[in-house]
Each structure stands twice: as C-alpha cells, then as structure tokens.
C-alpha cells in the first residue's frame, strides 16, 4: 500500500521523479500532518499513482486534501509546453507547495530541464526575480515563470524588473484575477492569464482558452472543467468528491459566461453574490471597479439584522474612501456601495496571491457590530 508523506517545499523537486513513477510514497508539500497516511483504495492506482496531495483551504476554511494523479500532473504541464511554444526552463518564483509551484516543477522534469528557483524565505524581493532570470537566459532555448498579480505589480513598478519579464517567451499568471490596468502595466511582456485551481493541476485555461484535451461548459452558470488534468477528488472526503466531481467534469464554485469569440471569462464566486435589501450585488464587479481606483480591493458580503447583509471592502492603496463611494454609486448603482469602506496596509493572504476574504470579513465584521443601530 501505498502513503503520503509530509515533505518540505525544498525536498519536492528530487521528490517527484519518484512519486510520478509509483516507486516511491505521494508527496504532500507543507501540509498538515493529518492528510500524510497510507492511501485508500480509491485514492491510488498501480497504473497511475497518485503523486502529490495538495492541501487546499478553499473559500471556507476547510484544510482539504487534492489528490493530484502522476498523468494529470504531466498532462497538465505537456499541454503548457504546447500552448507557450515548447519546452524549456523555467524560474520558480512562488511556493512549491501551492499547485502552481508544484506544476513549475514538473514542467521542468517533463522538459528535462533544472529550475532557478528563488529563495521565498524572506519574501518575493524584485533584484532575485531579475538575477533569476538572467540565469535562467543564460541556457539556449525557451525560458518562462510563473507569478501572480501582486508579484507582477512589485515587477513592473521597476525598470530593470519590466526588463527582465520582457526577456521572457512565456509568464503565466495564476493564483488571482489579472486586471487590464496590469496586464498593460506589463506590456511587451508575454503575460498569459491562466484560469485553475490545485483539482485541475494549475492553469488549463489561458486567456479564456482551454489548453488542448481540456473541456469547459457551464453548469447553472458554474464554470465545469474536464480532461485528462483533473485530480481524482480529495484526500479522505469522498462526500466532497462526489458532489464536485460529477461523470467526468470537475464543478467550480465559479461563476462564468463565454464571451462572443468563445473564450470563457470568470465573474467570481457564486457564493461571492452580495443580497443587501433583496438586491443581489457581484461582489467581482465592485472589486474590479475600486480596482481601477485603488492597489488592491476585497469585497464581502456581512450578515446585518436590518438588510440581510451589507457590501463591505477592503482597500489598499485609497486616497479619498468617498470618492470611491461615489465611484461605485455612478457605475454600479446605490445597492452596491460598500456601506462598510476600510483602508488597510495589505490585504491578508491564504495562498500566493489569493485573497483571505473569511480574514477580510473578520477584519471588517466588528466595524458593523460596532456601528450605531447593528444590534
């Protein structure tokens, strides 16, 4: 029988030939212990072994195991190679226990290449981004990376950052949302919007695209994935695997619609849609709004006893929270200003880029609790 095993991010990459092939234990990168154990009949197959668990969060907090076959996993990055021109070297620049690091690293077996992988100990810092890449140049061939937006807009805010991402043939975007306003912050540079998560082995749609073998349709509105990349379900919960893995198809908690030339476009969270006063507000659609205005933006829905619940935000970056205000009442209408409008720091994070919208509303629940008339 088989078993996972708890490894460190820094072990993964001398980890994994093993763990595609089946000769050793499945890999979980800075999981928590309670996922690590011998693999159950449903969770492994002599044929195709079950290479790495990824521990995921999700939106709820749930810790939840991704049960990520070795062939999905290859998959996954074979198809990459296609859609971005062919293989080649790649930088590491997020953490080997999210999906999207693990995948830089696969990509890197499957093209037979050694990554540069940056030292994330103290923090992404813009001057190890620029030497990573240059040594990673140095090597003939195809050179890429792997970011998400917060990582891009530090990269793009320097000269020789904006250099270096230009010298690039592929920087695929992952982990949020990528704005217009920073994909033309990046311009010259060729940024690819990837749209997945850890049960489909990373990105499988690029710029609304679906890499080749992928199929996506929409199911009540929600985004449903299929193809040879999808994970077989989650570690231990076969409940949960049942409910989102239905006869083939992989069902997102997303939201989505195609637009005219058939490219699929996100609009959010189903469980993101605000109902303030009986009047349901897009969360997605207020963030993209103060987005244009402001550096970054959350925006959640918060229980309130006398409109259900009410659009609260989280900015970083504002001038003027009025003007904001004001903003949003001309574009979106009255129901979706945020009645509840905070400046912070920074927004709190549960993955590379990924918002911690539960930390947000925990940040912004007590101003409603305390506010006049909340009781």
Known sequence: MRTVIAVAAAEVFDRLPAALDGSGPALLPGGPQSLAGPLGPDEDSAGDPTAVVVATSGSTGEPKGVLISASALVASAEATHKRLGGPGRWVLATPARYVGGIQVLVRSLVAGTEPVSLDLADGFKVPDFVAAVDEVCRTPGRHYTALVPTQLARIVAVPDGLAALRRLDGIVMGGAR??????????????????????????????????????????????AITGPTLARGYRNRPDLTAESFVDGWFVTSDLGRFTGDGRL????????????????????????????????????????????QIVAAAVVGAADLDQLRDRVRAELGAPAVPKVLRAVAELPLRGPGKVDRAA???????????????S
Do not use: F
């Open 178 to 223: 990528l704005s217009p306003e920073l994909r033309e912050a990046a311009a010259g540079a060729a940024v690819v919007s990837a749209y997945g998560m850890s049960e489909t082995a990373s990105g499988c749609v690029y710029d609304g695209v679906p890499l080749d073998g992928v199929g996506v349709r929409l199911v009540d509105d929600r985004v």
């Open 360 to 374: 947000v509303r925990r940040i912004l629940d007590p101003i409603v609790r305390d506010a006049p008339g909340s």
């Open 265 to 308: 476009e996100v609009l959010g969270r189903a469980d993101d849609m605000i109902n303030t006063g009986g009047v349901k507000v897009p969360a997605n659609a207020v963030e993209r709004l103060l987005e244009r205005h402001v550096d970054a933006a959350c925006v959640v829905g918060i229980e309130h006893p006398e409109w259900g």
